[in-house]
């Protein structure tokens, strides 16, 4: 069964930094572009960082632009999501995703998220910033 297991959350100070991993299997990252969202308590689930799985392209939400840093691992295979200069506002549980559609990054279909057969999501990891 495909799995997505993300771990690196925890609590953290204003200012610090926080690398998020999301382990897959049985899954290629070669046929899946990887994503993280995140969902804050009574908002909705956003995209916050996508990785295209051909040519490794990454795409950003404008409120982690230049902080927030994603890329992949097709060897172990794994997805990362560094995360410097954290705000309150960044407090989230956070989820990693795959998704094989093409046009998924380049299409902006990483900023909202999508269910379906052959997407896959983790059980999320907490990051609190205070």
């Known amino acids: 069964d495909v799995q997505l297991v993300e771990s690196g959350g925890g609590s953290v100070q204003v200012g610090g930094s926080l690398t998020l991993s999301c382990a897959a299997s049985?899954?290629?990252?070669?046929?899946?572009?990887a994503a993280w969202f995140r969902q804050a308590p009574g908002k909705e689930r956003e995209g916050v960082a996508a990785i295209q799985t051909r040519g490794g392209t990454t795409y950003y939400a404008d409120s982690v632009k230049g902080r927030f840093t994603i890329w992949h691992d097709k060897s172990e295979p794994a997805a990362y999501l560094q995360m410097n200069s954290l705000k309150p506002e960044d407090t989230a549980m956070y989820y990693c995703?795959?998704?094989?559609?093409?046009?998924?990054?380049?299409?902006?279909?990483?900023?909202?998220?999508?269910?379906?057969?052959?997407?896959?999501w983790g059980q999320g990891t907490q990051v609190t910033v205070s």
């Open positions: 049985a899954i290629s990252l070669d046929e899946y572009n």
């Open positions: 995703a795959a998704d094989p559609t093409r046009s998924y990054c380049a299409g902006g279909y990483w900023r909202q998220p999508v269910m379906g057969p052959n997407k896959y």
